[in-house]
């Protein structure tokens, strides 16, 4: 009994080491660029590198993870991520620390989807597991309150380089507490063999679609780099659907996605995604411009928010049990939607108590999306859980970049389209965003509603299949091309 909550330690500990790192990074980018002396593009580079890598080997990092096994996948993620953020935070150039940037991302790619799989197999028990998912992610959502502020006093106050070197003592710490808590074998139903062909055809669809969303931008949406790479995104993807119906033993057996709960599932959580990860990016820059924080104080502005999200993650999974997943996932939509909505009346005599009830708001509705991610792993059998974790933070993390891309566009031109000074273009521009990121978001509470109807999370395993059993979750972080974003987790 002891030694699963010491292991849930652990695994909750990478997680927190993997979202505090992203956050912590993109508060001290400009003290970094002037250390170093980058341009924009190398600064740009210094998160994208890490979020190509990331997003474009979920997948493989969560077949590995049902291949080898996850408590092999999790070690070797853990030792890859540790190593690589002593290297940046030792790096003394560009290419050094850009390549350890990228290495952290190999890492957190066979991390992420390691820790979605270890948590149902480290809790066989319907109810401790849910206990256990609820700890899990209340402790992602204090790394993204932590993040901000740890970012901002280290590169104030310290070498920046901190801000990586401090992911060395809580990995070494993971490790320890790890090696004698997670005991985990290979799942006996796993099948041997990587399936080439679907891991080759997946990595390359999404590092295609990754670049070209970091990059279109600056590089112009019809240059002949992004038009190609968005090209080979849609034919590496084609290649990969044939992949996999012509195997025996695919990685992702495509008849998920005629599941109403998994394509559902999935839907939803990437809806919140478009909609969300834009407005935390402009969110912050707000708070800097409107009311002059600095991203220290801009970051802090969002602890009372994460703060919320993590009490509400914790009970989140019993509200489900009483009520049905479907209802507490709508209503976590509902309650964000109006939230992003309520924060569109921010204009610029607006002040932060005006904010904080909408941060707060906000907060408990991303609590309650805690069950949505349990129903969509426990569509995949257990020997998949994996890929099944991998999908889905794929989902967040295509959507994640397709909100700040869309909403980014519509949000500059907007700002060109309305006359006045700079700050009363930008105010305009920004609650109109708001307002389609809600209408965005609030489209996900039919889609959950019917998609997820009112299952509840059984009181102790389903005797029929255990690929219907709950699994895990909470989410990952997503970063941008773009420095000083502050992330959310849900």
Known sequence: MRGRWWALVAVSLATFMTYLDNNVVNVALPTIQRDLGLSISSLEWIVSA???????????GGRLADLLGPRVAFFAGLAVFTLSSVAAGLAGGEVTLISARAAQGLGAALLAPTSL???????PNPRERATAVGVWSGVGALALAIGP???????????????????APIGVVTAVIGTRSIQIGRDPGAHSGLDLPGLVTSAL???????????GESRGWTSPLILGSFGLAVLAAAA????????????????????R????????????????FGIYFYTAIYLQSALGFSPTEAGAGFVPMALLLAVLAVVSPRIAERFGSGPTVAAGLALMAVAIGGLSSAGEGSGYLDLLPWFLVYGAGGGLLVPLTNLVLGAMPPARAGVASGVLNVSREVFGLLGITILGAVLSA????????????????????????????????????YSLGRRRTPATPPAVSPAVSPATSSGTSSGTSEPAVVEPVA
């Open 50 to 60: 890490y979020v190509l890598v990331f997003a474009g080997l979920l997948l493989v």
């Open 261 to 276: 709960v998994f394509s559902g599932g999935l839907l939803s959580m990437g809806l919140w995604a478009f909609g969300v």
């Open 117 to 123: 799989a270890l948590l149902p197999k480290i809790f």
């Open 149 to 167: 502020l740890t970012g901002g006093l280290l590169s104030e106050h310290a070498h920046w380089g901190w801000v990586f070197l401090i992911n």
């Open 205 to 215: 669809t999404l590092f295609a679609l990754t670049f070209a969303l970091i990059e």
């Open 240 to 259: 990969f659907v044939v992949a996999e119906s012509r195997t025996a033993r695919p990685m992702i057996d495509l008849s998920l996605f005629r599941d």
């Open 414 to 449: 907007r700002q060109d389209a309305v006359a006045g000074p700079p700050l009363h273009k930008f105010l305009d521009a920004y609650q109109f965003t708001l307002i389609l990121a809600a209408v965005i978001i609030f489209v996900g509470v039919p889609v959950s509603l």
